[in-house]
Structure formats: structure tokens, C-alpha cells
């Protein structure tokens, strides 16, 4: 057999789009020169024209689009795989995130994909990312969104370190907006984390990701943690339903601290004693102290991670108010500042640890 076709096949298997023992079955009782797709649907596994296309286009690697040119691969991640393509009608490039094959072929994962790729469609701010378009092309499930070209703010801590306090106030004004604007039309976003903003060549901050956005005081969600644990407020971890803006000002607050410390305030593990320490552990003062923290960015965490969340900022707006009354930046924020630039020699801290990801826990 052809390697290609080799690994197409298996690829099927380790996707789950065929077993492992049907798959030896039907390999079994292969015939001579017999195409995989005619082989497949001889079997019963998978129609002869859906197996061509699968295996045409790679099992979603290689995607082909009608109105789009694939430029090239820009991430992937569980649930899709974004690309830069070129628009054949008007010549513009702009990002598509596709969903994975496998994915699209669980109703309940393509139908939160659907509702993200809608959602992003329906707002317009500077601090989301932008969709334009939902599409089905060639079998497969696509957003076209804006195309930033830039970088996620994880990938630029573990290039550079922490950032400079400027850099971080500015972030943590940013976001605040962007948050006031979910807030204005009842949404929570529930995964905001370094991963999920991206900067851009002028220092735009955008907060992209929606899979896990609900209305205010949703109560189907109750019972189950959603979001990345590393970052997920207390209300979050313990799977309360009536969820609103205070939830995402905590995991704001573990953001910032990860950009200014190199690690999140409670570790990086999906364990459960990262889960506890989320819902019982208070932020340490003294740990605080250890960073030499200005105090004013120490107040900034320690109110936005409060656990009690009657007891942190209750809305986006008081972030902004006080932000407003107390920041004076050393820098122009128009002109985002090099991570590693700090405002006081004095102020030099810790390179974050090499190490996984922190991963979000799924529905």
C-alpha cells in the first residue's frame, strides 16, 4: 500500500472516524490495487465520496476553498485549525478558522462552533476579533475572521519575560473596554487568559475566542467547570451557573499576574489541587511582595483576584475609573513598549518557567 494512503487510513482510526477493528477487518479483505475510498465504502465505513474528500485534503491539513487561496498555517488547536487566505474576488487576506474534521462530525461540537463563528459575526469592537463570514465549502465548516497579524501574549512572555508595569496597566485597560462591551449585551466570556489575546503591530489588544462565551445568568452551564483552570474565578470552579463580569475581571487578574510574574498565581495544572487553590486559597500577600510588584499593580491583582467577588471591582467601569484616577504611564500606550522594558532597573523579575501550556477543561 501506497505510505500515504497508509497514513490516511490510520488517520482515521486515531481521529475516531473508523475503529481500529473494523478498520483491520477491511484491510483484511483488502483486493488488489483497491483504492482506499472504494475499500472503505465496500465495508460500509465511510461513502466512497466522503472518504476522497477526507483523504484529498488530508483530513482538514490541506483544506481547499472556492473562493479562497490557502497561504499558510497560522495555529491549530482541539477544535480547529486557522489558516491565512487570500480572497480570489477582491484580493484581501484574512484569517479562516476551520473546524476539524472530526469535530464537525459530533453535533454537539459543530453546533458550539457554529454559535462562536455567529457570535463573532454579530459584535463589532476594536478589542474582539472581528468574523465576517460563516461558510460550508467542500464538506467543511469555516469562519472568515480579520487577520491580525501579531502574536498572542503567551507566546510573546515566553519569548521575552514579564512585562513591563506600562504595558501591563495599558493591557488590563484594554480589556476592561472590551469587557464593559460584553457586559453592555449581557455576555461572559469565561476563557480569558494570555492565549486568548493577541497584539498587534500598533498595540491593539483583542480578545479572541468565544467558544465558551454565555448570557449573564445563564443557568444551563451550572454544574460543570468551563475555562482554562489556571486562570477560572472561584464561582467558575465550582460550576455556578449565575455567572456575570466579575468572573471574567478574576481571570483578567490571573492573566495580568502571569504577565507580570511569568506564571499564574496558582500553578499551570489541570489537577485538582490547582482547582482548590482557585476556590479556597487566597492570593499571598508576601508572594505578591516577592516580585516587587509596584504598589499600585499590587492593588490592581489583589482586588481583581479577590475570591469573594463581592469584594473585587464589580464591573469593567470601576477598573477603568480607577485606572483613569491613579495611572500616570511612564510610556505612551499608543506605542506598546518592548515586554522586557522596565520602568526601574530595580524591577527586574523572574523569566517564566519552561512548560506546558495551561489547558482549558472542556465542556
Known amino acids: 500500500m501506497d505510505p500515504k494512503d497508509a497514513r490516511f487510513l490510520a488517520g482515521l482510526v486515531h481521529l475516531g472516524f473508523v475503529s481500529g477493528t473494523a478498520m483491520r477487518e477491511a484491510l483484511a479483505g483488502a483486493r488488489e490495487g483497491e483504492s482506499p475510498p472504494d475499500l472503505l465504502a465496500r465495508f460500509g465505513l465511510?461513502?466512497?465520496?466522503?472518504?476522497?474528500?477526507l483523504r484529498a485534503n488530508r483530513l482538514g491539513a490541506e483544506p481547499s476553498f472556492t473562493r479562497y487561496e490557502r497561504l499558510e498555517l497560522l495555529g491549530e488547536g482541539r477544535t480547529a485549525r486557522v489558516f491565512a487566505v487570500r480572497d480570489r474576488r477582491d484580493g484581501r487576506t484574512y484569517a479562516v478558522k476551520l473546524c476539524r474534521e472530526e469535530q464537525a462530525r459530533d453535533?454537539?461540537?459543530?453546533?458550539?462552533?457554529?454559535?462562536?463563528?455567529?457570535?463573532?459575526?454579530?459584535?463589532?469592537?476594536p478589542g474582539l476579533l472581528k468574523g465576517y463570514r460563516l461558510a460550508r465549502d467542500h464538506g467543511q465548516y469555516f469562519l472568515v475572521m480579520e487577520l491580525i497579524r501579531g502574536e498572542d501574549l503567551e507566546r510573546a512572555l515566553e519569548r521575552d519575560g514579564p512585562f513591563a508595569e506600562d504595558a501591563l496597566l495599558?493591557?488590563?485597560?484594554?480589556?476592561?473596554?472590551t469587557l464593559r462591551f460584553l457586559r453592555e449585551r449581557g455576555l461572559v466570556h469565561r476563557d480569558l487568559k494570555p492565549g486568548n489575546l493577541l497584539r498587534d503591530g500598533d498595540g491593539r489588544i483583542v480578545l479572541c475566542d468565544l467558544?465558551?462565551?454565555?448570557?449573564?445568568?445563564?443557568?444551563?452551564?451550572?454544574?460543570?467547570?468551563?475555562?482554562?483552570?489556571?486562570?477560572?474565578?472561584?464561582?467558575?470552579a465550582r460550576g455556578l451557573a449565575d455567572l456575570d463580569a466579575r468572573a471574567d475581571i478574576y481571570s483578567l487578574g490571573a492573566t495580568l499576574f502571569h504577565l507580570a510574574t511569568g506564571e499564574p498565581p496558582f500553578g499551570t495544572g489541570e489537577d485538582p489541587r490547582t482547582l482548590r487553590s482557585q476556590v479556597g486559597e487566597p492570593?499571598?500577600?508576601?508572594?505578591?511582595?516577592?516580585?516587587?510588584?509596584?504598589?499600585?499593580?499590587?492593588?490592581?491583582?489583589?482586588?481583581?483576584?479577590?475570591?469573594?467577588?463581592?469584594?473585587?471591582?464589580?464591573?469593567?467601569?470601576?477598573?477603568?475609573?480607577?485606572?483613569?484616577?491613579?495611572?500616570?504611564?511612564?510610556?505612551?500606550?499608543?506605542?506598546?513598549?518592548?515586554?522586557?522594558?522596565?520602568?526601574?532597573?530595580?524591577?527586574?523579575?523572574?523569566?517564566?518557567a519552561a512548560g506546558r501550556r495551561p489547558r482549558r477543561r472542556r465542556r
Do not use: N
Request: with cysteine; glycine share 4%.
Open 46 to 53: 465511510m461513502a466512497a465520496e466522503e472518504a476522497e474528500r
Open 107 to 125: 453535533p454537539k461540537r459543530l453546533r458550539r462552533f457554529l454559535e462562536e463563528a455567529r457570535l463573532l459575526c454579530e459584535l463589532e469592537h
Open 170 to 177: 495599558d493591557i488590563a485597560r484594554q480589556v476592561a473596554r
Open 211 to 236: 467558544g465558551f462565551a454565555v448570557r449573564e445568568g445563564d443557568l444551563r452551564g451550572g454544574g460543570r467547570t468551563v475555562g482554562t483552570i489556571a486562570y477560572i474565578s472561584p464561582e467558575q
Open 283 to 352: 492570593l499571598s500577600t508576601e508572594r505578591l511582595r516577592a516580585f516587587r510588584l509596584s504598589p499600585l499593580l499590587h492593588y490592581f491583582l489583589e482586588k481583581m483576584l479577590a475570591k469573594d467577588r463581592e469584594i473585587r471591582f464589580q464591573t469593567p467601569d470601576e477598573i477603568l475609573a480607577e485606572l483613569a484616577e491613579k495611572w500616570r504611564p511612564e510610556t505612551d500606550p499608543a506605542t506598546p513598549p518592548s515586554p522586557t522594558a522596565r520602568t526601574s532597573p530595580s524591577r527586574r523579575r523572574r523569566r517564566p
